[in-house]
């Protein structure tokens, strides 16, 4: 399936990617690859709960063969026609795998349970269940000798099927079908004589195609599939191929679309380093993975359809250039310049943390000081003083009238004035040109004590001198009162947000992982970001390279909170290639019991007795 939701955002981020295929407007193309899966699910079964229909194998294998003919027609291939087949997956894809089936069952289930209870009649042939597409079960293995004897056919009937190169691999070759496909192409490109103007068609429904297609970084590469509907329509869709429309999507015009994503950093002096597009298409791919792929769960709060991409987007574009080069090296994390990357983004947590906890009082409370102390600055900006409403009353009660009456020669302001306030004191009597000192009563508290200076009688009240105090006069009287908090309070109020913040992070671990305790908690919180940017890896390395190794999985249900994951940049990334999966291994680790007569009889024992460790027995409740 790939990133959640991405082909609804990227289509409509960037409208124009996409073309309707008109039978006198399409494009040649030399490559025509079929990844088979999702024609095989179309031509076999309804995606909505219809307890009534049926097909015999032979309708579905003639459906199959229809539809294959039907999109070869549209594009013909000139040089090469691949279809490929899912076979065995990579450990780490599994437990999706499972979830989807074990959800694939339930829902059947409950659809017929609910059409009994409704007194609706059913057919008396068994239903299909679409679990047994899966490599190694005997439809597959029906499919795969049906589709050899199609090809052939087709070969020395049709002279269209004769000039471009036909491969099948099918589920017996181990690999998804899509990276497959991809590792065909880089083998490809890998030749000394290979054309990199070669023209690309790649027919599939999963959204991690569009990433594949990008990082082959060919000029001249197309996504087929069916047209696509948002909302109610979606479930209604026809699957007759004389009513279904085809879209090609144009990688060439996503890429023109994030170069002016991009535009910013090729701006002269932007960045250290030369502006590479290839290499930022690279890091796209990187920051897409971080909401959501087949293989990691997303990063917590960041949703596609809530705006994560765009997040992403804007912090990339402040980190880049203080970052000596790019992120993703041709599929090889640069853990350094991720770690930048990923310190930024935490800090949009805090914006997640704020928004939940928005009514608390503790929260309003730091607010206000904030604001208190953006009102100061911006206070100060404009060359106003700013004074404490304690102030404002020492001035207006007393420092005033002993500066304009002059009935006293000193002021006694006490001994309980608080710091901040005797500094007021001070400032004022430097700018006033009067002078203060403490001094003890009789009982040896020392009061602070203003008075004027000694002068020469002689000299007078000069204009000079009164003007000086009414200037000093009308900015006290003009001074804004802002009751700013002493350093300390502030310290406080900076340390509770804190405790907070990690209770509210305390929180979502405590609700994901109830093993943890809080003494295992950090020890753990190190395995579950080590692990997940070991998946990081692993997936970067996959989508470039191929499977760097096949026992490797994500073993936690959840990620770690944005924050958090730096703590596992130091984690082992040499990875173990280690063997595929045997197909009846893999059929008793993804199959529920409800499909247990798609497996050979032997193992049933195995998925149904709830004392073996293999057991794939679920609660109706399991999703």
């Known amino acids: 399936m790939g990133v959640p939701k991405f082909f609804r955002w990227l289509s409509e981020r960037y409208p124009a990617i996409s073309q309707l295929i008109a039978e006198n407007r399409i494009p040649e193309f030399d490559c025509l690859y079929l990844d088979m899966n999702g024609i095989i699910h179309n031509c076999t079964h309804k995606d909505s709960d219809d307890v009534h229909f049926r097909l015999t194998e032979e309708e579905m294998f003639i459906a199959i063969f229809n539809y294959i003919e039907h999109l070869f027609g549209k594009i013909k291939p000139k040089k090469l026609f691949f279809m490929a087949i899912d076979g065995v997956a990579p450990r780490a894809k599994m437990n999706q795998q499972r979830a989807r089936r074990f959800r694939t069952a339930l829902d059947a289930e409950r659809a017929r349970e609910k059409a009994i209870r409704e007194g609706k009649e059913l057919p008396k042939e068994e239903p299909f269940d679409s679990n047994c597409i899966t490599p190694g079960t005997e439809f597959m293995a029906k499919l795969s000798l049906q589709l050899k004897y199609f ?20 589920h017996e070759v181990p690999g998804e079908g899509e990276h497959k496909i991809m590792e065909y192409i880089r083998n490809a490109r890998a030749q000394p004589d290979y054309n990199p103007n070669v023209r690309h068609c790649l027919y599939g429904l999963d959204a991690d195609l569009i990433m594949l297609g990008l990082l082959s970084h060919d000029p001249h590469f197309c996504l087929l599939r069916e047209e696509v509907t948002f909302g109610r329509q979606s479930k209604h869709k026809s699957k007759e191929l004389e009513h279904q429309n085809f879209y090609l999507m144009h990688l060439c015009i996503v890429r023109e679309y994030l170069e002016l994503e991009f535009q910013d950093l090729k701006a002269e002096g932007a960045m250290s380093f030369p502006f590479d597009m290839e290499k930022v298409i690279d890091d796209f791919i990187l920051m897409a993975f971080f909401v959501g792929n087949d293989f990691l769960p997303n990063l917590p709060r960041l949703h596609i359809n809530e705006g994560a991409l765009a997040t992403m987007f804007r912090i990339y574009k402040s980190v880049l250039p203080r970052c000596d080069g790019y992120i993703n090296e041709n599929g090889k994390v640069n853990l350094q310049r991720l770690g930048i990357l990923l310190d930024e983004l935490g800090k949009e947590e805090y914006r997640f943390f704020e928004h939940e906890n928005e009514d608390a009082s503790w929260l309003r409370g730091k607010k206000m000081l904030d604001n208190d102390e953006a009102e100061k600055m911006r206070a100060k900006a404009k060359g106003k003083l700013i004074v404490s409403s304690e102030q404002k009353a020492l001035w207006k009660q007393k420092i005033r009238k002993f500066l304009t009456n002059r009935t006293s020669q000193t002021l006694d302001l006490g001994a309980d004035l608080k710091a901040a306030d005797r500094k007021f004191v001070q400032d004022f009597a430097e700018a006033a040109h009067l002078e203060w000192a403490t001094k003890p009563d009789d009982d040896g508290i020392r009061h ?18 009164q003007s000086a105090v009414l200037r000093i006069v009308k900015r006290y009287d003009n001074a804004q009162v802002l009751d700013l908090t002493s350093a300390d309070a502030q310290a406080a109020m900076e340390a509770k947000y804190k405790q907070k913040f990690q209770e509210w992070k305390d929180k979502y671990y405590l609700e994901k992982f109830e093993d943890w305790t809080p003494e295992n908690k950090e020890e753990e919180l190190r395995k579950l970001a080590e692990n997940y940017i070991q998946g990081i890896q692993w997936v970067l390395y996959y989508y470039y390279r191929g499977i760097a190794s096949w026992p490797w999985f994500y073993r936690y249900h959840y990620a770690p909170v944005i924050s958090d994951v730096m703590k596992g940049l130091n984690a082992d990334l040499n990875f173990k290639l280690g063997q595929p999966f045997k197909p009846n291994e893999q059929l008793m680790g993804v199959l529920p019991d409800r499909s247990k007569k798609i497996v050979p009889p032997v193992y049933w024992d195995l998925m149904t007795n709830p004392t073996r460790p293999s057991s794939t027995s679920i609660p109706e409740t399991s999703s």
Request: proline share 5%.
């Open 448 to 465: 602070l004590i203003l008075s004027f200076p000694a002068r020469d009688e002689e000299d007078g009240d000069d204009e000079e001198a």
């Open 151 to 170: 090809i052939n056919k087709k070969v020395s009937e049709d002279r269209d099927w004769q000039k471009p190169e036909i491969v099948l691999s099918g």
